[in-house]
């Protein structure tokens, strides 16, 4: 029997997740949105037979599994209502607006004993995969030390909605585009962190010019109280070291999306760099093993699929193949309570002005 799966939250990701689980196993049997009119005109599109407003009346449903792709301040409370309802749960990154939720969403799987995963689609790109096998084959070493870099130049997602609210995102690019520290820790073994330092900056925050280019209306009673950008460091309890960089308005060069390590016998790379910031068709994804054979230094390109969409289709049939036992999920629990303790931090640090031990 294929696993049933309900969707909240009527969003653009939906032309991932719908191919993704059925490609995983599953069918998309129900939708449910506050906003009913956007919860049918999907369910009209992707041939979902049933629709809710409510979310209540929606988990009384015969569903398997749940898919949470709303706003982050949601994300919790709705991870735990299904999860008390009995059904696994997908959510969309961030986990959730800090790490206490985190641990109260962990705790509610543990209880019901279902599965709860989380959208870190970057990890199911063909790079990713395809780095992670040389990685356990021994080829890169330890990973001493890595860079993550998910830098934008005009990328803030409109002026006022609730990406720009902190009470409903829980910050800017530190936690939006948290990806590339995600991809990072999973290159290295997801290692307790020790101590983190950062700093987070508004310029360019209310500047139009820095606008992204995905349509995200503007609200002129809206808040706008999220950084720009931030720069981080952390040590880990193990010996090894990730920086952060990320912004969402920031003056670089243009966007780009990047993983870089120095192992202790190789060094790489996974990167998507962009041709005009947030159009992903104008991109070039590469990825590298830099190694020293026979006297050379020599540079190692990994030919890969391409995939535009970042791994979201393979992320989400990840997720239900996990469910049915076919595929082994691509992230945990414990993983995401780790990466939201280091994003907690990083804001911490910026507030205070010192380091944070963990
Ligand atoms: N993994 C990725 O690459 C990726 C990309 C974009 C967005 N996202 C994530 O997806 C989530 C949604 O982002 P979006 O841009 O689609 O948001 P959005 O503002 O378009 O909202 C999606 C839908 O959720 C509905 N909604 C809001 N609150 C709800 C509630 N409490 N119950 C039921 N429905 C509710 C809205 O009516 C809307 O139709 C965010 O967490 C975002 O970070 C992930």
Known sequence: MATKVGVIGAGGML???????????????????????????????????????????????????????????????????ALEAGKHVFCEKPPALNAAEVVEMKAAAEKAGKVLMFNFNNRARPESQAMMKYIADGTVGTLNSAQSQWTRRTGIPGFGGWFTTKALSGGGPVIDLLHMVDLSLYFMGYPEPAHVLGQTFNDFITDPGHKGPWGIPDNAEGSTDVEAAAHGFVTFKSGQVLSIRTSWAEMNEREVVSVVFQGSKAGGKVE???????????????????VQENGNSVNRSIITEACEDMGRTASAANFVATIEGTAQPLNTPDEALKLMQIIDALYQSAGSGTPVSL
Do not use: M
């Not at 992707?46 to 792709?69: G, M, N, Q, R």
């Not at 998507?272 to 830099?290: K, N, P, Q, V, W």
């Open 272 to 290: 998507r760099l962009f041709g005009i910031d947030g159009l992903d068709e104008t991109a070039i994804d590469s990825c590298e093993l830099y």
């Open 15 to 81: 032309q991932y997740h719908v191919p993704g689980f059925q490609q995983g196993g599953g069918e998309v049997i129900a939708i449910a949105d506050v906003n009913e009119a956007a919860a049918q005109a999907s369910a009209d599109h992707w041939s979902i037979p049933k629709v809710y407003a409510d979310t209540a009346e929606f988990l009384k449903s015969d569903l398997d599994a749940v898919s949470i792709i709303v706003p982050n301040k949601f994300h919790a409370p709705l991870a735990i209502q």
